[in-house]
């Protein structure tokens, strides 16, 4: 049964810029750790802390079955986790990743599953593999199930392809603006992922012919699926099509505290002073250790947010210590405030620290529906603040989608470090 949405606070700004499927070159080293609100890629691993355990439980995923899905809140690093976290190790184990990030506009020039088949040919040509070229005419399911099909790596040993469709939620938002291109991609992904001869081939005298060409009992390729938590639903709907889809699954949780020192900590050590790890955490998550209860939890998007501006502004050769995080870190969380709601209407923050944000330590929610009903906001300020700037979050409570504030307490954060 679908829950309808609520509402809360959430993150920080998303560079929307990029082409689909296009990844952002970082530059990380020992002087600037952190990427702020980019995506850890493959190339800045080494400064990727505190998701080993879900990146390891990716991994087995991936050896087990054919078809893995990942999902969470916004904000919580997905693809962070898939380049920084997964990747190094699939390949490691001889798999390919081919990070998809596809085109789902009715306009684009190539349909969602032939730009999947250009980024594989890509990948295996960047990674120096050996593999035959697909014909212009091949389908993607046809190229992977040829039956003398074989790909390997540039050291000699048998690769198999992962197809990761990150942001893979974007299939449904499109939906609407182009209902038979979006179901015709779900048709086919769908024969992929449950290794089903596709329609085309299974009537005719063309399609028989083609399938003595092919080794259908084959799967010699992987699929991850990674996607927002509040398209689930959709998701399940697609479950008819495809039994499998959510037998493999991880849902991706906002890190604890210990993983939330470690990102700090084990990336910073050139930058920060003794013991700031923790009080930088703290301050981000409004974090009492000394509180009894359930287990603290930290957003990635703001502990981002916050580590990469201390480290902008800490001075030239000096540290990140309890003075720098004093000073400078409300003014950081305001400033991401005040970028976020700027040009929107006054009853907009209003409706936000009335209903939202609730004393010095708590955080409260509200129904979708019934803000949007009562006018604190309308749908495109509510697209803008929890999807591009991800101040606002939707979180399930209670069979109800809610809007809720995972920010520091207060109107820009924690009161103190």
């Known amino acids: ?4 949405p609520t509402l809360s606070t959430d993150g920080a700004p998303v560079d929307a810029s990029s082409p689909a ?52 809140k916004s ?26 990030r596809l085109d789902f506009d009715p306009a684009a020039p190539l349909s969602p599953l032939r730009q999947a088949a250009r980024r594989l040919q890509a990948a295996l040509t960047v990674a120096g593999a050996d593999f035959p070229a697909q014909n212009d005419d091949e389908g993607l399911w046809c190229y992977l199930h040829r039956r003398q099909l074989e790909i390997w790596s540039r050291d000699n040993y048998p690769l198999t392809p992962v ?30 992922i449950e290794n089903r001869i596709p329609a085309e081939l299974a009537v005719g005298g063309r399609g028989r012919r083609a399938l003595s060409d092919l080794d259908l009992q084959s799967q010699r390729y992987r699929i991850v699926l990674a996607f927002r938590e509040d398209f689930l639903a959709d998701v399940q709907g697609w479950k008819r099509q495809v039994p499998s889809l959510l037998r493999n699954r991880l849902r991706l949780l906002p890190m604890s505290r210990e993983q939330a020192v470690e990102v700090v900590g084990c990336a910073g050590v050139a930058v920060l002073a003794s013991g700031v790890a923790e009080r930088v955490v703290d301050f981000v998550g409004n974090l009492d250790s000394s509180t009894a209860g359930a287990p603290p939890v ?15 502004r800490r001075a030239p050769g000096g540290k990140i210590d309890l003075e720098l995080l004093n000073q400078a870190g409300q003014d950081i969380l305001e400033d991401f405030y005040d970028e976020a709601l700027a040009g929107m209407p006054e009853g907009v923050a209003r409706f936000i620290e009335t209903h939202l944000i609730q004393g010095d330590r708590y955080r409260g929610s509200y129904p979708v529906e019934q803000a949007l009903q009562d006018g604190f906001l309308n749908g495109e300020q509510l697209s803008l603040l929890a999807d591009r700037h991800r101040l606002l979050r939707v979180d399930q409570q209670l069979g109800t989608q809610r809007r809720t504030d995972p920010r520091p307490a207060g109107r820009g954060g924690a009161q103190g470090a």
């Not at 986790?81 to 001889?94: D, K």
């Not at 990761?164 to 979006?182: G, L, M």
């Open 75 to 100: 904000g919580l690093g997905k693809t962070s986790l898939l380049q920084a976290g997964l990747y190094p190790l699939l390949r490691a184990g001889h798999f390919l990743p081919v990070h998809l």
């Open 21 to 72: 499927g296009a990844t952002l070159a970082i530059e990380l080293d020992a002087q600037a750790p952190w990427p702020g609100l980019a995506a850890y890629d493959e190339s800045s691993r080494a400064f990727f802390f505190g998701r080993g355990e879900e990146s390891g439980e990716l991994l087995r995923m991936v050896r087990l079955a054919p078809l893995t899905v990942i999902y969470g």
């Open 298 to 312: 930290v957003e990635p998007v703001l502990l981002s947010l916050c580590r990469y501006q201390l480290n902008q």
């Open 163 to 192: 197809l990761v469709f990150d942001q893979f939620d974007e299939i449904f938002s499109r939906a609407q603006t182009d209902p038979q291109r979006s179901q015709a991609t779900l048709d086919a992904l769908a024969d992929l």
């Open 1 to 4: 049964m679908t829950t309808p």
